[in-house]
């Protein structure tokens, strides 16, 4: 139902006119009652004169307590600027229009956009009719389309910078595992520093992974993981970074703690999530425990999900002594977008993506939190029963090449030189090229001695596509093993799988690249 109100902008009525406008709200109540706008009648004083069905379903306050009370009492303040500029405008011009932030009689915040329209009588006696719809879940809509466009741009920015990080880490990360095989007879102290290069080439890794797995958003590469690990290196970083107020220990029930099918870097996301909830929840300290334990869950076991079967689980546990959590919220706290924090300090993502990823592992989510006592979560993903994989050192003998030609392209010198130092290092031998063009005339001189072709997608002056294609042109049974920093790259190289017969998304190991030149030459 639409009410047209042009008639009342600064339309000047007698005195009894004002009177008669009240009294038709009131006889009319009935279908203003109908209407899901909150439609209110006061007078330029303040004072309530009508208050719809809608009015008292939006604010909370019924219709017999609203009358007669000032609006400031129960919506606007006096000194609002927001107030005092639309009272100003509709005094002025006779009407305004706009968007307000009012609190409700429960105390809830809501947003309506409100149209105020001055009714004036002859003697200067005059009212204002105000017309509220409430667009809450729009802003709430607008704000997340928002936050998401912003994450889309962080997205696309972070791909960008990880390619960079790859290709700088790339060399490094060889060199940290080549330099053990050229030195021999070390004294202690070397072997400690290149033992420290190696964990932080790792640590840089994983980070630009997870970089990574933010940029794209999707599944990982799920590896045979000992959890032991990563749970004691995420106690390591949250006793480096939290306040020493809150006192951070780690607690494994299990002497020999079950192996998991996992993605290492996302589980390392979702404890430092649930670690950070903890943190926050602990303003004045406390205590952060982490523990981890094996379990046999039964099919009847009561929390486990309908799409969840019992059977053998690693339980991992994040508690805290912190502030808890309402229980009213506990519902809710995995709802994108849905926070309890001040704002600017949290994303409502953390817990969503917690849930997310351990749905992912197939395996669940459990909660519980006493107000002023403290929160525990704890995450049951299903257990495994193969065995992490060896070293690298006892399996490197096994893959070692027998003289095959490898034709490296790549634009980054250290790259090209470290990745032919590397496989001459394990019986293979190497020609390099810097660009496209380069490559092809390489090919097209010793194509009946390379095996296969080390490509880097990225490069500047070249279509990789086109690349492959001129590769393909000189010897059809040319084999390629595609190698990037932005993992998107593996789709292109799944859709040339006749040229292109694997992906290497930089930066990787050793082991990587001779364990994936064996899959291909074999």
Known sequence: MEISLSVVKEVSVVPHQIEELHTLCCEQSILLDLVTDAILLWSVEGEIKYWNRSAHRMYGWQSEVAIGKKVTD??????DPHYQAAIAQTLDRGEWSGELGLLTREGKSITVTSHWYLVAATTGTRSILTIDADITPYKLLERQFLHAQRLENLGTLASGIAH??????????????????RLKNLDERTERLLATLAENSQRGRELVAQILTFARGGAGEHTILQPRHLLAEVLQIARQTFPRSIEVSLQIESSDLWTLSADATQLHQ??????????DAM???????????????????????????????????VADTGV??????????????????????????????????????????DVFSQVDKGTQFRFY???????????????????????????IVDDEPSIREILGTTLESYH????TASNSQQAIELYAQHHHEIHTILLDY?????????????????????????????????????NHGKTIKAFLPKPFSTQDLLHTLKTVLT
């Open 74 to 79: 129960l919506l606007y303040h006096l000194e």
């Open 164 to 181: 960079d990080l790859n290709n700088i880490l790339t060399p490094i990360v060889a060199i940290t595992e080549l330099l053990p095989l």
């Open 270 to 279: 979702v404890l430092i999530n649930l670690c950070v909830n903890a943190r």
């Open 283 to 317: 303003p004045e300290g406390g205590e952060l425990t982490i523990m981890a334990e094996n379990i046999i869950l039964s099919d009847t076991y009561p929390k486990l999900p309908p799409n969840a079967r019992g059977g053998a689980y690693v339980a991992i546990t």
């Open 324 to 365: 808890g959590i309402q229980p009213e919220l506990l519902e809710r706290i995995f709802e994108p977008f849905f926070t309890t924090k001040a704002i600017g300090k949290g994303t409502g993502l953390g817990l969503s993506t917690v849930r997310t990823i351990v749905n992912n592992h197939h395996g669940f989510v």
């Open 381 to 407: 993903l299903p257990a495994t029963t193969q065995m992490e994989p060896e070293s690298v050192h006892s399996i490197l003998p096994t893959l070692t090449g027998k003289g095959e030609l490898i034709l």
């Open 428 to 431: 293979y031998r190497s020609i």
């Open 458 to 494: 990225m490069m500047p002056g070249g279509d990789p596509i086109d690349t492959i294609s001129q590769f393909h042109s000189i010897d059809p049974h040319v084999r390629a093993i595609l190698m990037s920093g932005l993992s998107a790259h593996e789709i292109a190289a799944q």
